[in-house]
Structure formats: C-alpha cells, structure tokens
C-alpha cells in the first residue's frame, strides 16, 4: 500500500512544478510565506486528515499577525497547493464557507494641478536624468522599475513613443537573508507595450538623446552603472520633501497620470493599454470612479 502523502511532500511536489513558469521574486515570496505561515501551522499534516480539516481555524490564527491582504495571500496560495494535490491524487477540500477577513481599500493620494506645476517645475530646473525621469512617468505611467530598467534605445523619437520591455527590482530571498537586483521582463505579457511621447515630453528628450548611447541606462546615462527602485525611491522623497509635498510615494505618479488621463477623457481600455494592466477590469476598479463633481453635474440635470 502506497504511504499516505503529506501536505509538506505536496507543497515540495507543486513548487518543482511552478518553479518554471513563477518569476524568481515570486517564487521565494511563496517560499517564505509556506515556511512561515503554512507549514508551522499544519506541522506536516497528512493530506486524507487535511480533507476534514476547518481552514477558518487558520484564518483566525493568521489575523492575529497579519493583515487582511496578507491574510488572502496566504490562503490563495495554500488553495493553489491544496488545487494541486487535487488534481494529480484527487483529495478533496472546501474552501466554501472560509470567512476571510475584508480588505479596506486607501484612497490613492494622486496630485493636484499646483502640485504637479510645482513639480515638473522643480525637476525641470534641476534638470539631471533621475529629476526628468520622475517627469515621464508622470506623464506616461511608468511604474519606478520600468523607468529603473529603462535604457535609452527603448525611446524612439522619430515615431515619439517608448518600448517598455524590462522592469528591475530587488528580490530578496527571506530564507538566506540575501538581495540582489534582476532585471527581468515586466510582470504579465501586457506590461510588455509601447507608450506614446506627448509633444512635452518629445521636447525635453530630443536634446538628451543624442548625447547618450544606445544601450546605456536613462536614469544614469551609463550602460555599466543603474539605478535602482530603492534608491530612487529615497531620491524621490528627498524632491517631495524641498517641493513641500506630503504623503506622496513614487507609485503616486501612476496613480496621477491615470486619474488625469480618466479627467480629460481618455477610454478605459486605451488606458488599460498604456498602464500595462493585463485586464481592463483592474483599470475599472482602481481609476475609474465618478468625481463629486461629475455627479452634482448629472444630478442637476435631472
């Protein structure tokens, strides 16, 4: 008789499966998040016991560390496992009545038009790469590692537009306490896209472009040295700081162009395109909501 398998000998069965196909920062999150979460709280459970097992028993020690988005993490992952073992060995489980723990969304702090006067006028007086790099990405969306990643053969002046191929960013592997930079292709296929230069934008680069080579990085205007995520995101803060910004992170730029790009008009899935969301439907539900002045405006015409 074939001895019964256990949760660990799965989990180890389904990451030699998804190793191929998850990006490396990916993989050892859920490598962490198995060692410290899932396999101390199941301590090597058999998967025929695991069948008639509560999953809100372990919902409820989760809340006691983690936050509601964590806690969905976790559980959505321990469901990709479970999914596994039944497929290939046919174990059954029901997640049906798990009660999860809900997600309050933030509001995302985008900029006001004073704010993002004051500053493109400060980056364009500073006028250094990193400064006219915070100037694209509020005027394109680009997430801080595809401008990190960014070389400047990826910008095409005569047909105005830039080619988003790679994204950089630390992965840090929580098991050996260790980081390294990797510059990779973006998250999901749609990442991978072409963004139009408006004529603002073509203005500041046509000056730049030449005095820099094809494979070098924009950020640093050198093919050995880059710049990364973190690091921008310090100098970030730094510009926020003299601007007399408050409550601003770099990913605040994408959430502006959007909200702008919503404002004058422009339509969903052109902006799903342009952000490199892989479904229209996450544009919808993070940028696309009615201002109280868009609604006064209706109402009054009733």
């Not at 959505?76 to 309050?104: E, R, T």
């Not at 306490?177 to 934008?201: A, G, L, Y």
Request: aromatic share 10%; net charge positive.
């Amino acid at each position: 008789m074939e001895k019964e398998k256990t949760l660990n000998e799965i989990i180890e069965e389904w990451l030699k499966f998804k190793k191929i196909t998850l990006k490396e920062s990916t993989y050892y999150r859920y490598i962490y998040m198995i060692n410290q979460y899932i396999v101390p709280h199941f301590k090597n459970i058999e998967m025929e016991k695991l069948q008639e097992y509560d999953f809100n028993i372990f919902v409820t020690e989760l809340m006691k560390v983690l936050k509601p988005t964590s806690i969905r993490n976790v559980i959505s992952l321990l469901k990709s496992i479970l999914a596994y073992g039944k497929k290939k060995y046919g174990y059954n489980f029901n997640f049906d009545f798990v009660a999860m723990p809900k997600v309050h969304k933030k509001e995302l702090r985008v900029l006001s038009p004073n704010e993002k006067k004051k500053l493109e006028k400060y980056c364009l007086k500073h006028n250094t790469l990193r400064h006219i790099g915070i100037i694209i990405c509020l005027n394109t969306g680009l997430r801080i590692g595809e401008i990190c990643a960014l070389k400047w053969d990826c910008i095409d002046l005569e047909k105005r537009v830039l080619q988003i191929k790679y994204t950089m960013q630390r992965i840090y592997n929580k098991i050996e306490k260790n980081s390294m930079i990797k510059i990779d292709i973006p998250k999901s296929e749609k990442s991978v896209r072409t963004i139009p230069i408006s004529t603002k934008i073509y203005n500041i680069l046509k000056p730049l472009k030449k005095q820099y080579a094809k494979n070098s990085f924009f950020l640093t205007g050198s093919s050995d040295t880059y710049l990364e995520p973190r690091t921008y995101q310090k100098m970030f803060e730094k510009c926020m700081k003299e601007c007399k910004i408050k409550d601003l992170h770099f990913h605040s730029l994408r959430h502006s162009f959007a909200s702008d790009c919503i404002n004058i008009g422009m339509d969903t899935k052109s902006l799903s395109e342009v952000l490199g969301h892989n479904d229209i439907k996450t544009t919808l539900q993070t940028y696309v909501h009615s201002s109280l002045k868009s609604k006064k405006k209706y109402l009054e015409r009733l």
